[in-house]
């Protein structure tokens, strides 16, 4: 299967900055259809009303540490959720930590990837996750 570059995505972190770069990085590797949240719990809400609506997110991508929700606990919420339970989710961390990337397997992430990184390491992350 092909990556979709149209497919609905969200950008969750909350640093304005890392979500400029990451929505750039997404729009040079071609895709199109970007929206944003600062952190998990504000997210959520839009999510949910995406899937309610009928127009659920085909792509998560989120920062793992954010003040509010984490990625984690979002995750986390989404993997418990019928219909949303098998969202592809990418987490982006600076948690390079063996223990911590253990944590977000077991939750279930799509893929993850270490701070910093290029649009290219970006790129192959996806195709793992869109084979």
Request: charged residues 25%; negative net charge; without cysteine.
């Amino acid at each position: 299967m092909a990556i979709d570059f149209n497919m609905k995505t969200i950008v969750i972190d909350d640093m304005m900055t890392m979500r400029k770069i990451i929505t750039k990085m997404l729009k040079q590797i071609g895709f199109t259809n970007i929206v944003d949240a600062d952190d998990g719990a504000t997210a959520w809400p839009m999510i949910e009303e995406a899937y309610k609506n009928g127009e659920p997110f085909d792509f998560i991508v989120s920062d793992w540490n954010m003040p509010k929700m984490s990625g984690l606990d979002l995750l986390i919420k989404i993997r418990e959720t019928d219909g949303l339970s098998k969202t592809p989710f990418l987490m982006i961390t600076a948690e390079a930590e063996q223990s911590n990337v253990v944590k977000v397997v077991k939750a279930g992430v799509s893929n993850f990837i270490v701070k910093p990184f290029k649009p290219e390491t970006l790129k192959e992350k996806i195709e793992k996750i869109f084979p």
